[in-house]
């Protein structure tokens, strides 16, 4: 009982300590905040940029891979890249040639190609701005793809086969853009001049490195080469096995299928590229780590200056208050009472430092993240480091002033001046 009173009487005058040297005390609070905000708003942008690459790959699985006229890489800054080799084009006899011949179990390819990026949609007497992108794509192109449905139906073969004017469309048209007020199941959508009938609307997508992937439309491939004929269209192969483990065998198949379409000897390398699903989930990987120790180093080398500073500021603390100690001691207090009062002392500014921060540290990680156009996370791992680190910031500090503070001869304490 004893103890418990004196243990509240001590962090009583620590708390008093704290409100009598209070300009002092803020600037404490800022300097530590600061260190903290660097750490929680790096922190937070980098699991915001994490999500938003794992929503835009992972949905493709580990059994999964692509081929096109170069296989894609990610760069270190989290953008796609693509290796300068000049390689043809994948044409589109290639293209069917491939979708035909390549004939391993358990798999199903699909063809597609990108038509525009700047098309103009019109329904009724409304229409878009020339933003659209518009894929020619066959039956198991969503599938192939990890695209979801909210509403309606996927292309199925008759409708790639018999050349049917409808199409699937991003979630935009239906919760924000032309269809948004009325059911976009069924409704008649025009795009250059043609009509098509809209049997599904996919989940939404959000954006990857700025580009939309809620304003698209899906119509058949046959009836988008019809409608745009430009020169030196690529296409793309996207093949799926329900298998993982066959996987390798798959892309060694798909290899030796795609030399004999290409025509290569067996001297000349591949003028193609295959991108295998998991290699691009790894790489995320690789990288959203890389960035998640940079923003902790980042976040150390801030922290260790507010360490230095919030020490400093104790260790003046303990010299002004050189006769208060002596006249703690003298009226009974041990050690480990006056090192215990310092130590709390240091640990509330700490923690308090550290609230701040992690409010301002938030809010500039969302303020960076709406700007990126990146999915916000509430970086739940980055708050509970910053407790972590503001107790042990404070704990660090005040270890050195504590003990000075304790082993005051109280005699000389009371002498002070």
């Known amino acids: 009982m004893i103890g418990l009173k004196l243990f509240r009487e001590n962090i009583k005058i620590a708390l008093s300590s ?3 040297q209070l ?18 708003g790096i922190l937070t942008v980098v699991a915001a940029f994490e999500n938003n690459l794992n929503t835009a790959f ?22 796609i890249n693509k290796i300068e080799k000049i390689n043809p084009i994948i044409t589109y006899p290639e293209a069917k040639a491939f979708k035909e011949k390549y004939s391993f179990p358990l798999t199903q390819t699909s063809l597609s190609f990108i038509a525009t990026s700047t098309a103009e949609v019109k329904f009724e007497n409304q229409k878009t701005d020339p933003e659209i992108s518009v894929l020619g794509v066959d039956e198991y192109f969503l599938t192939n793809s990890g695209l979801e449905l909210t509403q309606g139906r996927n292309f199925n073969s008759f409708d790639i086969s018999n050349n049917v004017y409808s199409c699937v469309v991003g979630s935009d048209f239906a919760s924000k853009g ?4 009325v059911n976009p199941i069924g409704k008649i959508l025009s795009i250059r001049g043609a ?27 046959q009836v988008a080469r019809s409608l745009f004929s430009a020169p030196n269209i690529n296409y793309s192969l996207s093949t799926m096995i329900q298998r993982t483990e066959l996987l390798d065998d798959a892309i060694d198949n798909a290899i030796v299928t795609m030399r004999k379409i290409k025509k290569l000897n067996p001297v000349e390398e591949d003028n193609f590229g295959i991108s295998r699903s998991d290699d691009l989930v790894n790489k995320i990987a690789s990288i959203t780590g890389f960035l998640g120790v940079s923003a902790w180093l980042i976040g150390i080398i801030t922290i260790l200056g507010s360490s230095i500073a919030l020490m400093n500021i104790m260790i003046v603390s303990v010299t002004e208050r050189t006769r208060e100690i002596g006249v703690r001691k003298a009226l009974g207090a041990k050690k480990g009472d006056i090192a215990f009062q310092f130590f709390v002392e240091t640990i509330t500014i700490g ?4 609230f701040f921060g992690i409010i301002v540290g938030i809010l500039v990680g969302y303020g960076i993240s709406s700007l990126l156009k990146l999915a916000f996370v509430i970086p739940w791992s980055a708050i509970i480091a910053a407790f972590i680190t503001s107790f042990i910031v404070g704990l660090v500090s005040g270890l050195y ?9 109280p005699i000389e304490a009371l002498r002070y001046e």
Do not use: H
């Open 18 to 20: 704290i409100r009598t």
């Open 23 to 40: 300009l002092r005390t803020i600037l404490t609070i800022v300097i530590i905040a600061i260190g903290i905000t660097a750490l929680v």
């Open 58 to 79: 992972a949905t493709m699985g580990s059994n999964t891979f692509n081929i096109n006229q170069y296989k894609t890489q990610l760069r270190g800054s989290g953008g």
């Open 178 to 181: 032309l269809l948004k007020d």
């Open 195 to 221: 009509k098509f009938k809209v049997i599904g609307v996919l989940k939404e997508k959000g954006s990857t490195f700025g580009n939309s992937r809620d304003l698209r439309v899906m119509i058949p491939i």
């Open 351 to 354: 923690q308090i430092g550290g």
């Open 401 to 409: 002033p504590a003990i000075k503070a304790s082993q005051l001869d």
